[in-house]
């Protein structure tokens, strides 16, 4: 149906033929559209070029089903102009669109703008499926129930180095901008304007950072000004739905408001990371707790009081945003963003009482049973999508914006919960960063197969661009700090990646303590990370092909890889102009990590 749309919006632009009318005219007519093809020009008699019998043949598998296309030779039927241009008829009386070979062939020419299903999960660690992302299959693997996922991942890639940021906000700014957080500044989670959510710290103030997170217009205090995904992806003609946890911008700012990004409809996103509640029965409020009704999920009243979960209400709605884009024969754009698997854990008791009888603890057990709910929707998701017929134009992205939560909130021993790997949310080791990540792009993505190479998060935002042919993505500044997985995902070697170090900056304090928790930056290249922490002006190096889980620190051992990544992380942070916080008893900043080198500081 959507193609309908893509041979008018493109005639349009054209400027050759407006079929538009006769486009809208004619569908609601008949099942079938009828296309003419004619010769070069449509003010000549309607004749065709024999020579060329391929582009009326190329224009019926871009239109698909819905259209007829008929090819006139000459000799054959003499198609007779009506008293509307563009539209014609043959003796039988049939009306056909009218269109030329110069425009058949702009048409075909076009690159597809296949949907695209972004499909962000709220904390989920990489050890939180069925899915392996490790070499080998894991407790924890066999502990969670992800079906869905696992059949994205047999007909799609797997990325085992794929990396967010270790909290909410910088994750979603980069997603949304193609910018590093040294970069855009939103280095911590935001909520309120103008207010800081780092923890007070006896030694160390922290910089002045874009508390009020991504911002779409010029000239508001402590945000990043800049152009988000789904506001280049609208003007490309994509209908663009938000559904689910937005946490762009603070409260009272224009960033807090999806609509005011880019987004078409926006099913319950604010300016909150969590919701109040997961409960429709609790009306997705934080009275329950007597929390602050600044965490209410807005919207989705229709299901309040009934015994729902937040994450099938929001696929409910998402489904129907779908049906809406498909109606209207708009390519889409689904960021669907669960607010899942975020505290506060609650029961769904679709899936709960199974882990409970497995064993596990009332906290993991709600955990687990979120996860799988998570997993229902992307099955849901996807099934909608069949049910259109439109699961082969349609790309699905699957991500985290965080390691799994593990410092605190959960059963069990802390910093355990994404082992192998070290820590968890909030955390500069692997645990706080690595995540899962599933692309299917079919007729592309190779079945069932695995990337290795490392991606993150900034590199969303010129991937999806390129994916729905946007050529102009230029954001405000001039720079993109993400680099397109494109070729990745089309099985092909991209060297300049794999020479591309991955940098995470967090000048922050996100509160609890543990593994690699603290303000902090770090830099990846090759199988080497180097963690530089902002207090202690101390290093962790790590070989993480030999050490994933993060336990020897070859900082001394191998001083020429040590101080080779602080200085070349030095270098990059300089070149954004990122923040470091103060130390509170001199009031100077804390250098850069080259610096430290230079001066000898390091231990
Ligand atoms: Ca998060």
């Known amino acids: 149906m959507r193609t309908r749309g893509r041979i008018v919006n493109s005639c349009f632009m054209l400027g050759v033929l407006c079929l538009f009318p006769m486009a809208s005219s004619l569908a609601d007519d008949t099942a079938l559209t009828r296309v003419a093809c004619l010769g070069d020009s449509i003010t000549a008699a309607a004749r065709v070029d024999t020579k060329s019998e391929s582009y009326p043949a190329r224009l019926q598998q871009l239109l698909g089903d ?5 090819n006139f030779g000459i000799g054959g039927a003499t198609l007779l102009k009506s008293d509307r241009s563009n539209l014609w008829r043959d003796p039988n009386a049939e009306c056909y669109l009218a269109v030329t070979k110069p425009v058949a062939e702009h048409l075909c020419s076009q690159p597809k703008r296949p949907n695209i299903v972004l499909f962000l999960v709220d904390d989920m660690g990489w050890q939180d499926t069925s899915v ?15 079906p869905h996922m696992k059949q994205l991942a047999k007909v799609g890639m797997k990325f085992t180095n794929a990396y967010a940021c270790s909290v909410c906000s910088p994750t979603r700014v980069s997603l949304m901008t193609g910018l590093n957080a040294a970069r855009h500044r939103v280095t911590n989670w935001t909520l309120r304007k103008n207010a800081s959510n780092d923890r007070g710290h006896p030694r160390l103030t922290f910089p002045s950072w874009n508390v009020n997170g991504m911002s779409p217009e010029p000239g508001i205090e402590r945000t990043v000004h800049a152009k988000a995904l789904p506001a280049f992806l609208r003007e490309a003609g994509y209908r663009t739905i938000h559904a689910g946890k937005a946490h762009f911008g603070a409260i009272g700012t224009p960033g807090s408001d999806p609509l005011n990004v880019g987004f078409d409809v926006n099913i319950a996103g604010h300016a909150a990371g969590g919701p109040g509640s997961f409960l429709g029965t609790q009306d997705f409020s934080a009275v329950w707790r007597k929390g602050d009704r600044v965490w209410d999920v807005p919207g989705l009243e229709s299901h309040h009081g009934k015994d729902i979960f937040l994450t099938e ?14 109606a209207d024969e708009k390519p889409f754009f689904l960021y669907m963003a669960h607010y899942a698997v975020h505290v506060p854990f609650a029961i769904d008791s679709r899936f709960y009482p199974k882990y409970r009888d497995a064993g596990l603890d009332q906290t ?66 692997e645990g706080g960063v690595r995540v899962p990540m599933i692309v299917s792009w079919p007729g592309v993505t190779e079945a069932n197969s695995v990337c290795g190479q490392p991606v993150i998060i900034e590199d969303f935002f010129p991937t999806i661009l390129e994916l729905a042919g946007v050529s102009h993505l230029e954001q405000i500044g001039g720079v993109v700090d993400g680099r397109s997985f494109v070729k990745l995902l089309q099985g092909e070697q991209d060297q300049a990646r794999k020479e591309r170090p991955l940098v995470w900056h967090f000048p922050n304090h996100w509160g609890p303590n543990g593994p690699g928790i603290g303000p902090s930056s770090a830099i990846r290249r090759g199988d080497w990370k180097l963690i530089y922490y902002h207090e202690s002006r101390q290093y962790e190096l790590f070989h993480l092909v030999e050490d994933l889980g993060e336990q020897n620190n070859l900082a001394e051992q191998h001083p020429d890889v040590r101080d080779r990544l602080a200085t070349e992380l030095g270098k990059y942070l300089a070149s954004v102009e990122a923040q470091m916080p103060s130390v509170k008893a001199t009031g100077q900043p804390v250098p850069y990590p080259g610096a430290v080198v230079r001066a000898g500081n390091a231990r």
Not at 414 to 423: E, I, V
């Open 66 to 70: 819905d259209f007829e296309v008929r």
């Open 132 to 146: 392996p992302f490790h070499s080998q299959t894991t407790e924890f693997n066999r502990r969670y129930r992800t």
């Open 364 to 429: 993991e057990a709600m955990y687990a049973a979120m996860v799988e709910g998570m997993d229902k929707s992307l099955g849901d998701i996807l099934g909608n999508i069949e049910r259109h017929r439109l699961s082969n134009e349609t790309i699905v992205l699957f991500m985290s914006d965080n390691g799994g939560l593990s410092a605190h909130g959960r059963g069990g021993k802390p910093h355990s919960h994404n082992q192998p790997l070290s820590s968890g949310k909030g955390s500069a080791h």
């Open 313 to 326: 209400a929001l696929t409910i709605e998402a489904n129907k945003a779908v049906d809406q884009a498909v």
